[in-house]
């Protein structure tokens, strides 16, 4: 189910609920964080596959969210720590719940490397998904700009 779009756009729902301008894009960037880490360096160059799969874990998440807190001013630095990581777990608990051919993501890494997926669904499954889910987010921004004025 999970692609890119489902990832936006559960983080979407998440910052509705909580109702936090300020949270929005911490939040929206630690959705699409571990696929960021690890897609584009594989694509780039298929050698570090197995480094970049690596991103796409909680402990090594865990890492890059603190790594980019510390681009931001001294007092917002922790704010923006805990809504990047609230971000990427939004990201994996649904990347958990996936089918995979080979292996899925190994949550435990660098501990363990066993498996903990769920296996309820294909990840092109979402692709049904994808319409309402970009009218549900662009339905969001909206409610979200006139509520500001």
């Known amino acids: 189910m999970p692609d890119l779009a489902t990832h ?19 939040l929206l960037l630690g959705t699409v964080l571990p696929d960021v880490c690890s897609r584009i360096p594989s694509i780039l160059y298929d050698k570090v596959y197995w480094y970049a799969e690596a991103c796409h874990t909680p402990f090594v998440m865990l890492l890059w969210c603190y790594l980019l807190s510390l681009f931001f ?26 089918r995979h051919v080979a292996h899925g993501y190994f949550w435990f890494f660098p501990f363990s490397w066993y498996d903990p997926h769920g296996g309820f669904f294909w990840s092109e499954d979402s692709m049904v998904f994808v319409p309402f889910l970009a009218v549900a987010a662009v339905i969001f921004l909206i409610t979200q700009k006139s509520a500001r004025r």
């Open 8 to 26: 936006i756009a559960l983080g979407l729902g998440v910052g509705a609920v909580i109702n936090n301008r300020r949270i929005i894009p911490p």
């Open 73 to 98: 001013k001294t007092g917002v630095r922790k704010t923006m720590f805990l809504w990047m990581y609230v971000g990427v777990i939004i990201h994996l608990v649904p990347d958990a719940l996936q």
